[in-house]
């Protein structure tokens, strides 16, 4: 058995044999690249990404990528497309088929198909003088000298590489369509960066309800108000206008510096000009606004007028923080 010190070792050649890999495919970007980033983007159809074996799982993530990332893609595996599933591939569709050595026979039975369909064909390749290089119509090299394995046999460095250039692919259309948070976020509406663009104070402070005292309640009314609500927290209104707030932290405080509370209002013990948000604003926002306050709530306000409180603990509910 390997001591721990060696299996380290062997993992940090493992990921710098990969990293030069990498470093290497940067010379392999020419022009056949910059062109079918081009023809991505005038593209009428989508792009069909293929493979077989390891290289498919690489196709579905690339697929993965480049719909998240605003180019309609559909991943198709090799050996399906020649038993039914070539029906996929629609006129005006690019397809992309992934492969190391480039000769599988189910890529040779699948590319003259795609020749005859008039597609147009990339390949991602590790063997220039492959099947599949000789036919595509523009060639994305993924040579690699050698795989991480130690039998170099198992694809390793080599799906890495294919990994990295579907993901340049990704990123360069990404940012020629200048692809923006918002944009991602249309595509990820479930995940955090979704709801930080979209989600608002009013979809989290409507659910609160209301607390609210007079300036004259007696402290009594106050506590119970704050305890129906479960908010920690209740506004303080006179005429109408929110006037201050009162918090947990206020009624504790209170009691540190009052023996007898039986006089005492609202007004007495409240905290001046709360901090305000209107309703419309980003619910991340009220997150920035509460952090840089050393605050848990905010008021809410629609127009101006009181419209509810958003507490902290709404924010870490919906995963935005």
Request: hydrophobic share 40%.
């Amino acid at each position: 058995m390997k001591s721990n010190s060696e299996i380290k070792k062997e993992a940090i050649e493992v990921l710098l044999l990969e990293a030069k890999a990498l470093e290497a495919l940067t010379k392999k970007v020419t022009d056949d690249f910059a062109e079918v980033v081009n023809i991505i983007l005038n593209l009428n159809g989508r792009v069909i990404v293929s493979g077989i074996g390891k290289s498919a799982i690489i196709a579905q993530k690339i697929v993965a990528t480049l719909n998240s990332t605003g180019t309609p893609s559909i991943f198709m595996h090799a050996a399906d497309a020649i038993h039914g599933d070539l029906g996929i591939i629609q006129e005006h569709d690019l397809v992309i088929v992934i492969s190391k050595s480039g000769n599988t026979p189910e890529i040779k039975v699948l590319i003259p198909f795609l020749k005859q369909a008039k597609n147009k064909l990339v390949g991602i390749v590790g063997n220039l003088n492959s099947f599949l290089a000789q036919q595509a119509d523009y060639i994305l090299d993924t040579t690699v000298e050698k795989e991480a394995c130690p039998n170099n046999l198992a694809p390793t460095t080599s799906t890495t590489a294919q990994l990295a250039m579907g993901d340049a692919l990704a990123v360069c259309l990404q940012t020629v369509r200048q692809f923006t948070d918002r944009d991602f976020a249309k595509y990820h509406p479930g995940g955090a960066l979704g709801k930080q663009l979209y989600l608002k104070v009013a979809d989290l402070s409507n659910n609160n309800g209301k607390p609210s005292v007079l300036s004259s309640d007696n402290i009594r009314s106050t506590i119970i108000t704050i305890t129906k609500f479960r908010l920690g927290a209740t506004v303080v209104t006179e005429n109408d206008k929110i006037i201050g707030i009162i918090t947990d932290g206020d009624i504790r405080r209170m009691l540190e510096n009052y023996a007898d509370t039986s006089l005492l209002t609202a007004k007495d013990i409240m905290s001046a000009n709360p901090k305000q948000i209107e309703q419309t604003e980003l619910a991340i926002n009220a997150f920035h606004y509460m952090k840089d306050n050393n605050i848990s709530q905010l008021v809410v306000t629609e127009n101006g007028d009181y419209a509810g409180i958003i507490h902290i603990q709404d924010l870490l509910k919906e995963g935005i923080i």
